[in-house]
């Protein structure tokens, strides 16, 4: 089952075929929502806030969104859509470092460009995911199911070390989303105001690391080219 079909299956079909202005409205939209949500919560979140922070008038936000639940199943669609396109590169015939290289540096891209996309899961996750919980227990397990075979078969193949592929993923977005979710923390042992790109370098790098190790994979990897992430996000206070 591809993504799109993923999402729409579980969240909801939206239209694809929007205007220009249309999207650029409903974007911002999303854009404010995301980060109200990230901060008060589904439950503290109002539509007058978000209407106020993307700069529209309440009732054009009516005509986007009908309701406040609707807004916050766009939001998580969006995230979701984000996440689960970056497991596309986890293939049987891809290069397994080359596949994790990319997996855990979309991952950590993500948590710094989209800090406020990761606090909104985070919180939906830990007050029980009544709005994607059906997801979670179905598509999204598929879909893992699916990861972990691919894991699987690298493992059989000799091509990684033996692990155990459901974990691994586990083990991924806690060590990814954490520089998102726990960002306070992060740049409080730092002692700075917030993470710079040196510090987001730093950080990709001691994750791929401890990865690569965990399945057996040289690191770094000598057939390509360093590259730099350019993203950095300010800590929450």
């Known amino acids: 089952m591809s993504l799109r079909a993923i999402i729409d299956k579980s969240l909801g079909d939206r239209p694809a075929a929007k205007g220009r202005i249309r999207q650029r409205q409903e974007g911002a939209i999303l854009k404010a ?12 979140a109002t539509l007058n806030e978000i209407a106020e922070t993307a700069g529209v008038p309440k009732p054009t936000l009516h005509y986007y969104f009908s309701s406040k639940e609707a807004l916050y199943r766009a939001v998580l669609d969006n995230i979701l859509a984000l996440w689960l396109a970056e497991t596309d590169t986890l293939t049987v015939d891809a290069d397994p470092a080359a596949a ?5 540096r979309a991952k950590m891209r993500l948590s710094a460009e989209r800090p406020d996309a990761s606090r909104v899961f985070a919180n939906e996750i830990l007050h029980g995911a009544g709005h994607i919980g059906y997801f979670l227990r179905s598509e999204l397990r598929e879909l893992v199911r699916d990861r972990a075979d691919v894991i699987a078969r690298w493992v059989a193949d000799g091509r990684i070390a033996p692990v155990d592929g ?12 954490t520089y998102a979710d726990f960002d306070s923390q992060i740049c409080a042992v730092l002692g700075k105001a917030r993470q710079t790109v040196a510090d987001h370098v730093r950080a990709t790098d001691h994750v791929l690391t401890v990865v690569m190790r965990t399945c057996g994979l040289p690191w770094p990897r000598t057939d390509v080219p360093p590259t730099l992430p350019e993203a950095r996000h300010t800590c929450s206070t």
Request: without cysteine; proline residues 0%.
């Open 33 to 44: 929502a995301e980060k109200v949500f990230a901060r008060a919560g589904y439950q503290g």
């Open 166 to 177: 459901t974990h691994l993923f586990f083990t991924l977005w806690a060590a990814t989303q």
């Open 100 to 104: 994790l290289e990319h997996y855990v």
